[in-house]
């Protein structure tokens, strides 16, 4: 019988690969490669090429040394010259389970240095100041040159910094200053010519946003004349829909904002962590005023805020996207973020959890209340690793902001090990991604004794309110919560126990990111209340859970990578298009804009608008006797078209507010009480809220507004009843 053929010395998963190993490589050092290739820092993959595929990495003649597997590996790939290095660091660094966090921990360390692998170059951010002829004005020109990557492997090996930054010398000069300065010194007098000499200081930080993104010279030309074409377009046009070519494409977004622009805002960042006193702070401030705004991003906490500053003795007036209520002698406004007011100027506003601006489908609000808010005085909050987004925004608006820092009193502190939930505690805070698993790890918790508090993102802020009072005054010892108590509520939370580290961002399962895990975990030990904050995983979690938790918090949040501010249309935008184009469905109207606003700038992009141009494209069917203008106002109305009930409703309504003026009874006062299963009681409440949504937006046409509030108002009870009650929620019918 023929023997089986011998093992391949080396193995790999493209055979063909064994020619380009390096003559005199020994098996066992190449098994040493494969099993840390998951750390390695000289291991590649296709993520680490704009091209991002296997081919690439095989067009270099990098060596495969595993496949890409189910659950999201990539592939991992060598190249030759670098299997030496990867040998020495092994030498210098064995595999073991530090291996990883202190290589990351250095990596970071080279980030912090203005090192960067981009691709198989290792480049350096260098920042050199050019001075301007214009008194003096000083611009940091921020540019990145590649660097040799022999100190930048030995620092991976050997941890020594200081023989590092004497490896790199003195930072390279910029290759075009003479030429750059030349270039901005014409600018500047071009805009001196224009006789605007009080506006020509807002000139200087619009100039420095773009010094301060290293790009090519060509292109760090073409910026820089964009810049002072817009800010000559501010000065000579306050007129945002002069151009509608400049308008779609959004190069003078901010100073479509003439209020806020001829304010001469004073803007003040206030920085920090959860719990560091930030928003305190800020409250402070807008209760010594006598016109101020608070701009909230839920309406959870634009209720609070209110409450906040009445319990102070400051009239304050609440306004969200289904009420206004009055105060008397109102001396602030509490709003969320999408209704703030750009037309009418206050003395202070403040702008909460600004890291939102990141947020794919809400971030436009933060741009539009950051560029428009006409506040003499505005403060934003925000968590640090936000700034510098928020700072290149107020640059194009020709403002500069200062920054005030705030430390978390105490520290949050990992725990050694998962809890089991058999081991939970007074002050504990579980958190889950799903309202299913929020009720099913609240009866489970409930069956060991603990009375429990629950908040999810379908539950109204009334009622999510009551639960987090109830878990404040003890009423209740355990809170089990999805990541909705990452945002503002103050609780006196201990402990902060992940039920996973995973969640569904509505695509597909994916691992938390490390601003959620920050953002989470740093709702734990509340100053004041608790002498310190823990946090871990549950010992019920996924095998892998304690791990990843381990890998995130000690890793700082960061912006998204060549992040543009997202904007949304509003009626001028529609409008113009309409008029120039020649359009009469708002579906069309919606998708010129987004198709221009591809060719924008450096600093903007469209919001997503996917569910708006859902309803738009059913307006325009169901409901086309009503204006444009109409139209455009029920497409931005709160309706989740993944609710198909909800949406058959809205649809109705808007259909027989076309036909006969008026949108009819809403048929669900009678469909549902507060005796009803909990699924149902939350789909009334929707429908509650989107319709007094409506009745704000057209007088007139709906009404009902006391039934409706009525209804509201017990099915906030009901609600409430069954999540106190000690029957099961999770397994019953609609969870």
């Known amino acids: ?165 004497k490896a790199l010398g003195q930072a390279p000069a910029y290759s075009h200053p003479a030429e750059l300065t030349l270039h901005l010194n014409h600018l500047v007098a071009r805009s001196e010519a224009m006789g605007h000499p009080s506006l020509l200081p807002s000139l200087l930080p619009r100039l420095q946003a773009e010094c301060s993104v290293p790009m090519p010279f060509a292109d760090l030309k073409a910026a820089l004349t964009r810049a002072q074409d817009r800010w000559e377009n501010a000065v000579n046009e306050q007129d945002r829909l002069a151009s509608l070519g400049r308008e779609l494409a959004f190069r003078g977004y901010p100073d479509s904002f003439d209020v806020a622009r001829q304010l001469g805002r004073r803007v003040t960042l206030f920085l920090g962590p959860p719990n560091s006193g930030k928003t305190h702070a800020a409250f402070e401030r807008l209760a010594q005023v006598q016109n101020g705004a608070y701009l909230a991003p839920l309406r959870l906490l634009a209720l609070e805020g209110r409450d ?21 002698n109102a001396r602030v406004v509490s709003s969320t973020i999408e209704m703030a007011n750009t037309r009418e100027p206050v003395d202070v506003a403040v702008i909460d959890e600004a890291q939102m601006l990141f947020d794919d489908s809400r971030g436009w609000a933060w741009t539009q209340a950051i560029c428009g808010v006409p506040a003499r005085e505005l403060i934003i909050i925000a968590s640090a690793y936000a700034a510098p987004a928020i700072e290149r925004l107020l640059a194009l608006c020709g403002e500069r902001a200062e920054r005030r820092l705030f430390e978390r009193k105490q520290q949050v502190q990992l725990m050694p090990a998962p809890v089991p939930m058999t081991h939970l505690q007074p002050g504990d805070a579980v958190v889950a991604f799903s309202r299913r698993d929020v009720l099913m790890l609240r009866d489970q918790i409930a069956q060991d004794g603990h009375r429990v508090s629950v908040i999810y993102g379908a539950l109204p802020p009334e009622v999510r309110r009551r639960e987090a009072e109830r878990f404040a005054v003890g009423a209740s010892d355990v809170l089990v919560a999805t990541d909705a108590i990452g945002m503002g509520l103050n609780l006196p939370i201990r402990r902060v126990l992940f039920s996973t580290l995973e969640k569904f961002d509505g695509v597909g399962d994916r691992k938390l990111s490390v601003s959620e895990v920050h953002q989470i975990a740093g709702r734990a030990g509340r100053y004041g209340l608790h002498d310190e904050g823990f946090v871990s995983v549950l010992k019920e979690s996924e095998a892998s859970a304690m791990k990843i938790l381990r890998e995130l918090l000690p890793k700082e949040p960061r912006a998204p990578r060549d992040f543009k501010a997202p904007v949304a249309p509003n009626w001028g935008h529609v409008s113009t298009i309409a008029e120039r184009m020649d359009v009469k469905k708002l579906y069309a109207v919606l998708s010129i804009f987004m198709q221009q606003l591809r060719l924008d700038d450096a600093h903007f992009a469209v919001a997503e608008l996917e569910q708006m141009l859902e309803l738009a494209e059913m307006l325009d069917r169901h409901a086309a006797g009503l204006s444009l203008q109409e139209r455009f106002r029920y497409a931005q109305a709160p309706v989740d078209s993944r609710l198909p009930q909800l949406l058959e409703q809205f649809q109705g309504w808007a259909e027989r507010h076309a036909r006969t003026g008026q949108a009819g009874a809403p048929e669900f006062l009678d469909d549902v009480d507060q005796h009803a299963r909990l699924d149902r009681m939350e789909q009334a409440l929707r429908m509650c809220t989107l319709w007094l949504w409506l009745d704000l937006r057209f007088p007139g046409v709906y009404g009902h507004v006391d039934e409706v509030l009525d209804l509201r108002g017990r099915l906030n009870d009901g609600i409430e009843r069954q999540l106190k009650g000690k029957r099961p929620l999770w397994q019953r019918r609609g969870r």
Not at 118 to 135: D, I, M, N, S
Not at 308 to 328: D, H, I, N, Q
């Open 308 to 328: 906040r500053l009445a319990g102070r003795g400051v009239p304050c007036s609440l306004l969200t996207g289904e009420e206004r209520v009055p105060a008397e």
């Open 1 to 165: 019988m023929k023997s089986p053929a011998p093992a391949p010395l080396f193995p790999l998963p493209q055979p063909r690969h064994a020619a380009r190993l390096p003559a005199g490589l020994k098996p066992e050092d190449w098994q040493r490669i494969r099993q840390a290739a998951h750390a390695l820092p000289q291991v590649l993959t296709p993520d680490d090429l704009e091209d991002g595929s296997d081919e690439a990495l095989e067009r270099l003649g990098a060596i495969q040394i595993g496949k890409a597997a189910a659950g999201g590996r990539p592939s991992r790939w060598i190249l030759p010259q670098h299997i030496a290095v990867a040998l020495a660091q092994l030498d210098a660094t064995p595999l073991s389970n530090t291996l990883r966090p202190q290589l990351q921990q250095r990596m970071q360390q080279l980030e912090s240095l203005g090192l960067q692998r981009e691709g198989l170059l290792f480049t350096r951010l260098c920042v050199q100041p050019l001075t301007l002829a214009h008194e003096g004005w000083r611009i940091e020109l921020a540019h990145r040159v590649p660097v040799d990557e022999a100190p930048i492997w030995a620092f991976v090996r050997d941890g020594d910094l200081a023989a590092l930054r």
